[in-house]
């Protein structure tokens, strides 16, 4: 089983700055199947990004995603108010298949 | 509005059983698999268990399986999961939750509380 392994477990940065969230899988795992998702207290969560890089229907464009093989990235350009929350990276694996999230980043305000 | 509606949940005793329901609107319910997502209280994201459009392709958690069953009534444009044999484990928010492309999971209800206590 891929183990997902996001960092850091926290992150305090002020709206306006650059936020740069990590997921590091336990072996490659194909770019077409990796998700970001953001959730806030007390609400589901929220589809982010998919395929390692695409945008999900209505989702500004200050967030990116990036990375290939075991290294992944989550980039939120500009902060804004509303966007401190938990965010979790996950994948498919075909073997076994089944999905698995990371342990999540708290992205809060400094 | 696509919406997603979990019922059932609720306080049981370890060792007995559950039935959670979800119920789809909005979208074309048998065009898409479907999964169960659960999260523990102040605890992360754990998929349970995922059905394919036709019922044809079904996995679990490892967690999870032996005790539960995922199944799915396209006529009703619903999905359940049985849960036997529940544990202390078990307790959590129960989502349920739609599957996109690449395997991501892009509509979720608002889910359904599990508590497993005696």
């Known amino acids: 089983e891929i183990v997902l392994t996001q960092s850091p477990g926290t992150l305090s940065l002020s709206p306006g700055e650059r936020a740069t969230l990590s997921c590091r899988a336990s072996?490659?795992?194909?770019?077409?199947?990796l998700a970001w998702y953001q959730q806030k207290p007390g609400q589901a969560p929220r589809l982010l990004i998919y395929?390692?890089?695409s945008r999900a229907t209505g989702i500004p464009d200050r967030f990116s995603g990036s990375g290939s093989g075991t290294d992944f990235t989550l980039t939120i350009s500009r902060l804004e108010p509303e966007d401190f929350a938990v965010y979790y990276c996950?994948?498919?694996?075909?073997?076994?298949?089944?999905?698995?999230f990371g342990q999540g980043t708290k992205l809060e305000i400094k | 509005e696509v919406q997603l509606v979990e019922s059932g949940g609720g306080l049981v005793q370890p060792g007995r059983s559950l039935r959670l329901s979800c119920a789809a609107s909005?979208?074309?319910?048998?065009?898409?698999?479907m999964h169960w997502v659960r999260q523990a209280p102040g605890k992360g994201l754990e998929w349970v268990s995922g059905?394919?459009?036709?019922?044809?392709?079904?996995g679990y958690a490892d967690s999870v399986k032996g005790r539960f069953t995922i199944s799915r009534d396209n006529a009703k444009n619903s999905l359940y999961l049985q849960m036997n044999s529940l544990r202390a484990e078990d307790t959590a928010l129960y989502y349920c939750?739609?599957?996109?492309?690449?395997?991501?999971?892009?509509?979720w209800g608002q889910g359904t509380m599990v508590t497993v206590s005696s």
């Open positions: 939750a739609k599957a996109s492309y690449f395997y991501a999971f892009d509509i």
């Open positions: 909005g979208f074309t319910f048998d065009d898409y698999a």
């Open positions: 059905i394919s459009w036709n019922s044809g392709s079904i």
């Open positions: 072996q490659s795992v194909s770019s077409s199947y």
């Open positions: 395929g390692a890089s």
């Open positions: 996950q994948q498919y694996g075909s073997s076994p298949p089944g999905y698995t």
